[in-house]
C-alpha cells in the first residue's frame, strides 16, 4: 500500500524541524562555552588591572610619605545610596528627586555617578537617604546576592550570564564580570549598565534603625545623610 503523499510531507516536515533542533541545540552549547571561556578570560583580565590599580595607590601613598608630603587619592565616581525613611513628610521637590534615583520604597538601594548635579541632589535628600563610597567588593555582593536585571520592563533574577547578555549584549557587557567593571570604574556606557540593574531590595539591618536616629545626620551620632566609606558595613548587615 502506497504512504498517502500528506504523510509523507508531514513526515518530511517533522525530520526538518528535528534535525534544526538538533543544529541548534548543538550552536547553543558552542556559544555558551564560548561565552563561558570568554568570561573567565575576562575575569582574570579585571583582575589583574584591580591590583595593578591598589598597587599603584599603595606606592604612591609610601612615595608621597617618603618624600614629607601627602598623598590625595583620586575623587569617588559612584556613590551607594539607600533609601531609610518611608513618605510621609517627604517633600515634593526631594519626592522627584527620590524617583529620579529610583528609590520608590524603604531599604531599595541604587548606585549614582557622582558629579556637581547629583551631589547637590543628594544633600537635597539627606534627611530621607543615607549613602556613601562603596568598595568594589560590596557592589560585587550586591550584584550576586541581590541583583535583578530589567529586560522588557521585567524583574529578571541575573541567574546566569545570559541574563545580562540579553539585556546588555549590544554594549559588550556580555557577564557578571563585565558588568561589575563598568560599574566600578564609571565606564562609557555606566548609564545602560546602571539602568539595566534593577535597585537592590536590601533588608533591615539586625536591630533596625531607631525612630530617633534615623532623624539625625550620620555626623550628629544618627543614620541619614553621607557615612562615606562606612556604607560599606551597613550593606553588610543589611544584604
Same mark, same amino acid.
Given at each position: 500500500?502506497?504512504?498517502?503523499?500528506?504523510?509523507?510531507?508531514?513526515?518530511a516536515t517533522q525530520?526538518?524541524i528535528?534535525?534544526?533542533a538538533?543544529?541548534a541545540?548543538?550552536?547553543?552549547?558552542?556559544e555558551?562555552?564560548?561565552?563561558?571561556?570568554?568570561?573567565?578570560?575576562n575575569a +582574570?583580565k579585571?583582575?589583574?588591572?584591580?591590583?595593578a590599580?591598589e598597587?599603584?595607590e /599603595?606606592?604612591?601613598r609610601r612615595k608621597a610619605?617618603a618624600?614629607?608630603?601627602?598623598?590625595?587619592?583620586?575623587?569617588?565616581?559612584v556613590?551607594?545610596?539607600i533609601?531609610i525613611?518611608?513618605?510621609?513628610?517627604v517633600?515634593?521637590?526631594?519626592?522627584k528627586?527620590?524617583? *529620579?534615583?529610583?528609590l520608590?520604597?524603604?531599604?531599595?538601594?541604587t548606585?549614582?555617578?557622582?558629579?556637581?548635579?547629583? /551631589?547637590?541632589m543628594l544633600?537635597?535628600?539627606?534627611?530621607y537617604?543615607t549613602?556613601?563610597?562603596?568598595?568594589?567588593a560590596?557592589?560585587?555582593?550586591?550584584?550576586y546576592k541581590r541583583g535583578?536585571?530589567?529586560i522588557n520592563?521585567?524583574?529578571?533574577?541575573i541567574?546566569?550570564n545570559s541574563?545580562?547578555?540579553?539585556?546588555?549584549g549590544?554594549?559588550g557587557i $556580555?557577564?557578571?564580570?563585565d558588568l561589575i567593571?563598568e560599574i566600578v570604574t564609571?565606564?562609557p556606557?555606566?548609564?545602560?549598565? $546602571?539602568?539595566? *540593574?534593577?535597585?537592590?531590595? *536590601?533588608?533591615s539591618p539586625?536591630?533596625?534603625f531607631s525612630?530617633?536616629?534615623k532623624?539625625l545626620?550620620y555626623? +550628629?551620632g544618627g543614620e541619614a545623610g $553621607?557615612?562615606?566609606? +562606612? /556604607?560599606?558595613? *551597613?550593606?553588610k548587615?543589611?544584604l
Amino acid at each position: 500500500m502506497k504512504t498517502p503523499e500528506s504523510v509523507l510531507k508531514k513526515q518530511a516536515t517533522q525530520a526538518k524541524i528535528a534535525s534544526d533542533a538538533a543544529a541548534a541545540a548543538v550552536a547553543a552549547r558552542k556559544e555558551k562555552a564560548a561565552d563561558k571561556k570568554a568570561a573567565i578570560a575576562n575575569a +582574570e583580565k579585571y583582575a589583574a588591572e584591580y591590583a595593578a590599580a591598589e598597587k599603584a595607590e /599603595i606606592d604612591n601613598r609610601r612615595k608621597a610619605k617618603a618624600e614629607g608630603g601627602f598623598y590625595v587619592p583620586a575623587e569617588p565616581k559612584v556613590a551607594l545610596v539607600i533609601r531609610i525613611r518611608g513618605i510621609i513628610g517627604v517633600s515634593p521637590k526631594a519626592k522627584k528627586v527620590m524617583q *529620579l534615583f529610583r528609590l520608590r520604597q524603604i531599604h531599595n538601594a541604587t548606585l549614582v555617578r557622582l558629579n556637581e548635579a547629583t /551631589i547637590r541632589m543628594l544633600r537635597l535628600i539627606e534627611p530621607y537617604v543615607t549613602y556613601g563610597i562603596p568598595t568594589r567588593a560590596t557592589i560585587e555582593k550586591l550584584v550576586y546576592k541581590r541583583g535583578f536585571g530589567k529586560i522588557n520592563k521585567q524583574r529578571i533574577p541575573i541567574a546566569d550570564n545570559s541574563v545580562i547578555k540579553e539585556g546588555l549584549g549590544e554594549y559588550g557587557i $556580555n557577564c557578571c564580570a563585565d558588568l561589575i567593571h563598568e560599574i566600578v570604574t564609571v565606564g562609557p556606557n555606566f548609564k545602560q549598565a $546602571n539602568n539595566f *540593574l534593577w535597585p537592590f531590595k *536590601l533588608s533591615s539591618p539586625k536591630g533596625g534603625f531607631s525612630r530617633k536616629t534615623k532623624l539625625l545626620h550620620y555626623l +550628629e551620632g544618627g543614620e541619614a545623610g $553621607n557615612r562615606g566609606e +562606612e /556604607i560599606n558595613k *551597613l550593606v553588610k548587615k543589611m544584604l
